[in-house]
């Protein structure tokens, strides 16, 4: 097995792992213990912070202590976050759970990214493709099996959310097998290095304002997806759809993305990464703007496709993009700090939408979706003019 199936297999197991502990267990397992709408709202952004707060210093720490190490370190939580679930008797617990486990994610995601840019230069954006794709499907199939464990075991809920956790735990428990059979990349490990060198260059990344404005064009496709997963259902039941049609439409975006990553990577190595970013922005804000105009299964079902098609776009060459822009020293901090931006851009959207739908409607929070990733666009557009005329 090379090297890089290894990197594919383990990301498929660690994000099976994360998403089946969340999804859809977590909101029913936070109801068990008592809480209510607000509380389980609480308990599913809890995660989402950490990879906020903590996909930047895994980045800085990986271009300081080697990627493997981080990637182990990541495994472990993985490993060790499942075993908390069935001690839990109340929703702060839970919450602290939450909070220790989404550290797993965090430091994964941006080291492998760090890691396959280490790896691959000519290929760089096909083999992130293949990547996200086994990540993506691990996202697809995690829900399914948790699904199927909680109804086998419906009439004692408190086993089955043993169950679940148990499988989650297995899971994680073989990512940290594998973790130890990671490819080392850049070696992290020149004690010459002071720790003024490594933060002198993360600050060479934050001031390179192309990164940074690819990083933005990123977050604002997250913050319209965020928005599109959480109020399409709501805006889908709203026009008389089934539960069954919405899952349907939904399940296809996903799809589309996990078959189109590697392909579309492979496009922008060939073709370049810029021309790709604003395409895919721009088909992005087209189909999110154009749902507040269809209220039937078929448009619906099309525009999923399309915006999981831009996903694809966008997400295949930006990551690329910004490891092109890095020194290799600062790949870690480059894809630390992108994934920081990305998380917040995925969790403002619904914050953001939720303002707009309960003042104007659920249409105009489509609209405003939209809205951003013009904008984003257009920010990027100006920057790479203004940078080529320097």
């Given at each position: 097995?090379?090297?890089?199936?290894?990197?594919?297999?383990?990301?498929?197991?660690?994000i099976f792992s994360s998403t089946i502990s969340k999804s859809p267990v977590l909101p029913l397992f936070a109801q068990h213990l008592g809480a209510d709408?607000?509380?389980?709202?609480?308990?599913?952004?809890?995660?989402?912070?950490?990879?906020?707060?903590?996909?930047?210093?895994?980045?800085?720490?990986?271009?300081?202590?080697?990627?493997?190490?981080?990637?182990?370190?990541?495994?472990?939580?993985?490993?060790?976050?499942?075993?908390?679930?069935?001690?839990?008797?109340?929703?702060?617990?839970?919450?602290?759970?939450?909070?220790?486990?989404?550290?797993?994610?965090?430091?994964?995601?941006?080291?492998?990214?760090?890691?396959?840019?280490?790896?691959?230069?000519?290929?760089?954006?096909?083999?992130?493709?293949?990547?996200?794709?086994?990540?993506?499907?691990?996202?697809?199939?995690?829900?399914?099996?948790?699904?199927?464990?909680?109804?086998?075991?419906?009439?004692?809920?408190?086993?089955?959310?043993?169950?679940?956790?148990?499988?989650?735990?297995?899971?994680?428990?073989?990512?940290?097998?594998?973790?130890?059979?990671m490819p080392t990349g850049a070696d992290g490990n020149d004690q010459s290095r002071k720790w003024r060198d490594t933060f002198r260059a993360f600050r060479?990344?934050?001031?390179?304002?192309?990164?940074?404005?690819?990083?933005?064009?990123?977050?604002?496709?997250?913050?319209?997806?965020?928005?599109?997963?959480?109020?399409?259902?709501?805006?889908?039941?709203?026009?008389?759809?089934?539960?069954?049609?919405?899952?349907?439409?939904?399940?296809?975006?996903?799809?589309?993305?996990?078959?189109?990553?590697?392909?579309?990577?492979?496009?922008?190595?060939?073709?370049?990464?810029?021309?790709?970013?604003?395409?895919?922005?721009?088909?992005?804000?087209?189909?999110?703007?154009?749902?507040?105009?269809?209220?039937?299964?078929?448009?619906?079902?099309?525009?999923?496709?399309?915006?999981?098609?831009?996903?694809?776009?966008?997400?295949?060459?930006?990551?690329?993009?910004?490891?092109?822009?890095?020194?290799?020293?600062?790949?870690?901090?480059?894809?630390?700090?992108?994934?920081?931006?990305?998380?917040?851009?995925?969790?403002?959207?619904?914050?953001?939408?939720?303002?707009?739908?309960?003042?104007?409607?659920?249409?105009?929070?489509?609209?405003?979706?939209?809205?951003?990733?013009?904008?984003?666009?257009?920010?990027?557009?100006?920057?790479?003019?203004?940078?080529?005329?320097?």
């Open positions: 097995m090379t090297p890089f199936t290894t990197l594919c297999i383990t990301g498929f197991l660690a709408a607000s509380g389980v709202g609480m308990i599913a952004a809890v995660s989402a912070f950490t990879g906020i707060i903590a996909s930047i210093p895994a980045g800085i720490l990986s271009d300081r202590w080697g990627r493997k190490r981080m990637l182990i370190i990541a495994s472990l939580v993985f490993a060790s976050a499942p075993l908390l679930y069935p001690f839990i008797t109340n929703i702060w617990q839970l919450a602290l759970a939450r909070f220790y486990h989404g550290f797993a994610t965090a430091l994964f995601i941006p080291v492998s990214m760090a890691l396959i840019s280490d790896l691959f230069h000519r290929e760089r954006g096909e083999r992130m493709g293949w990547f996200s794709t086994a990540t993506l499907l691990g996202r697809f199939l995690a829900p399914i099996a948790g699904g199927t464990i909680l109804g086998a075991f419906a009439a004692s809920p408190s086993f089955s959310y043993r169950a679940v956790y148990g499988v989650c735990g297995l899971a994680g428990a073989t990512t940290l097998v594998l973790a130890f059979r060479s990344v934050v001031l390179h304002r192309a990164i940074m404005v690819t990083a933005i064009v990123e977050a604002a496709i997250l913050f319209a997806y965020g928005i599109f997963e959480t109020f399409l259902p709501l805006y889908a039941k709203q026009h008389g759809m089934s539960a069954y049609g919405i899952g349907i439409f939904l399940s296809s975006q996903v799809i589309v993305l996990a078959l189109t990553k590697p392909i579309m990577g492979r496009f922008s190595d060939r073709h370049g990464r810029k021309p790709q970013i604003i395409a895919g922005a721009a088909m992005g804000a087209c189909a999110i703007a154009s749902l507040s105009g269809f209220s039937t299964f078929v448009p619906f079902l099309i525009i999923s496709m399309l915006f999981g098609l831009s996903l694809s776009v966008v997400t295949s060459a930006t990551a690329a993009y910004i490891a092109d822009l890095s020194k290799e020293e600062t790949y870690g901090s480059s894809m630390g700090m992108l994934g920081s931006v990305m998380d917040i851009g995925h969790t403002t959207g619904p914050v953001a939408a939720g303002f707009i739908a309960s003042s104007f409607g659920l249409s105009m929070s489509f609209l405003g979706a939209s809205l951003v990733l013009i904008l984003a666009s257009i920010l990027f557009i100006a920057t790479m003019l203004s940078l080529r005329h320097r």
